[in-house]
């Protein structure tokens, strides 16, 4: 049975693969539709998360005045699903009229949008791409994977999977932290098949 520590380590590691997945999944999926899910929280209020071409996208609708646009007028959540011919945050800016108080700066998908449409109207979007969402999920698994390769050579080695201590002297027991040896780990699970043949 694992320590509670590395079961729940192990389980974040696991989930973290898992999101890691699903992310590439829904990056290939980006350049086939465009996927919107939007949270209409009140008339003046709204925010989204937009997957379209290899980006994310998370906008925020501010308006001082109640909207009248259909969504605004009854608060809840709102899924869209179509051809990949939405625009993404970056490409909806370049085609902003600059004069109306308009803020933005992109570099290799990164970026952020600040956009009065009208005094009393706001719009903030903030873009990432699939690919460093991917990698940042991605990290967990991959430390995990070269942890458990280095213990893996170590013991191999003759080192003390624990603390990297020469086992070659006493290789059935480690003399500085006192974690059994690779010959200490086979003795003890041979011996209740041992015992319960003497029995």
Partial sequence: MWPPVTRRLTLAVAASLLLCLATVGLWVRSYLRSDVVILFANARR????????????FTSWTSDEPQQVPGFAKPGLERKSASANYATAEE???????SRDLTS??????????YDIFPENRVR???IPHWFLALLLA?????RL?????????SVDG?????GYDLRA??????ECGCAGREGTLQSRRAPADGAGSG
Avoid at 105 to 114: D, Q, R, T
Avoid at 146 to 154: H, L, S
């Fill in 125 to 127: 979007a903030i873009g």
């Fill in 46 to 57: 709204a925010w989204s998360i937009q997957s379209v071409r290899g980006h994310l996208d």
């Fill in 146 to 154: 070269f942890a458990a390769i280095r213990a893996r050579k170590e």
């Fill in 92 to 98: 909806w800016g370049r085609g902003l009229d600059p």
């Fill in 105 to 114: 700066a992109w570099f290799m998908g990164f970026g952020f949008l600040s």
């Fill in 159 to 163: 080192l003390c999977a624990s603390c």
């Fill in 170 to 175: 006493t290789p059935g027991r480690c003399p």
């Fill in 139 to 143: 990290m967990p698994s991959a430390v």
